[in-house]
């Protein structure tokens, strides 16, 4: 589910042309995370940049800057982020499809698909933290509900959920959501691991977090310590925004930024 919403804007944009996987990525996990649903802004910003700046400054970068003030408004801390980046001319697709995890993926297979990104196990953790924001189709949900309530989920948030997705076989095209995080929606903070720590995670991946020993004790340190999440989604974004761009005499800047310039 998310790899089908994540793949169908890539297609309808052309956005992976002109991106490194680790922004990609970025904004793939952003997309869903924080339910960025059309990139036009991208184009306003790109319009005022080359106004006073032509030529110079690259629609990597402008993406990559937009995540990171998405992140401050949304609550988090101030990431430092390189810039610098060039727009690539070649297409990222593929990859990118073999990159993004399943919503019904398990544990060690997000694990090891992050690892492939240079993200390790923490910052890994630390990124999930951004389902601090957002919500979730019931079609993702239902399965831990229906025909029997899913013996890891706390029995009255299963009754609660099972209000918000009453029925087992939810139409897709419905708006039947649940949030992640119903205390503190709008906010990244680290009320996302303190649900989970009580059987209140939405997706099985997540709860999954909770009984994987090579991953319990980060959920219990940003459930305790909510600067040390915020340190934490910092660095994990900076490892991602920082995987494998082009630099240099790599790549161009874009006029446009979903058309390789002319020649
Ligand atoms: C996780 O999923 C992968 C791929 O579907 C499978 O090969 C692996 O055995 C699963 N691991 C566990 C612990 O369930
Ligand atoms: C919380 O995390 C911050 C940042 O990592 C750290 O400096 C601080 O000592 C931690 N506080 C506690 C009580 O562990």
């Known amino acids: 589910m998310i790899k089908e919403t994540v793949l169908k804007l890539y297609k309808s944009t052309e956005i992976q042309q002109f991106l490194g996987l680790g922004i990609s990525f970025m904004i793939a996990w952003l997309r869903m995370s924080f339910g960025m649903r059309n990139f036009k802004y991208i184009d306003t910003i790109k319009k005022t940049v080359e106004s006073e700046c032509p030529s110079t400054v690259s629609c990597a970068d402008i993406i990559a800057l937009s995540a990171r003030d998405a992140v401050e408004l949304l609550g988090g801390s101030h990431i430092e982020m390189k810039m ?21 993926d398990n544990i060690s297979l997000v694990i090891s698909r992050f690892q492939s990104i240079a993200v390790d196990i923490e910052a890994m953790v630390a990124l999930l933290g951004a389902h601090s924001v957002g919500r979730v189709h019931c079609l993702n949900i239902v399965h831990r509900l229906y025909p029997t309530i899913d013996p890891t989920l706390d029995p009255s948030y299963a009754e609660f959920l099972k209000r918000r997705c009453p029925t087992p076989d939810p139409d897709s095209n419905s708006v039947e959501y649940a949030r992640n995080d119903p205390e503190t929606p709008m906010v990244l903070d680290n009320m996302y691991y303190k649900l989970l720590l009580s059987h209140k995670g939405l997706l099985l991946v997540y709860q999954q977090l909770t009984s994987d020993p090579s991953t319990l004790s980060y959920v219990k340190s940003m459930a305790a310590n909510n600067s040390y999440f915020q340190d934490l989604f910092a660095r994990a974004m900076i490892l991602l925004s920082e995987n494998n761009p082009l630099t240099g005499d790599q790549g161009e800047v874009r006029k446009d930024c979903w058309y390789v310039n002319a020649r």
């Open 84 to 104: 610098g980046r060039k727009d690539s001319l070649l297409s990222y697709t593929a990859t990118v499809e073999d990159f993004i995890p399943n919503h019904n």
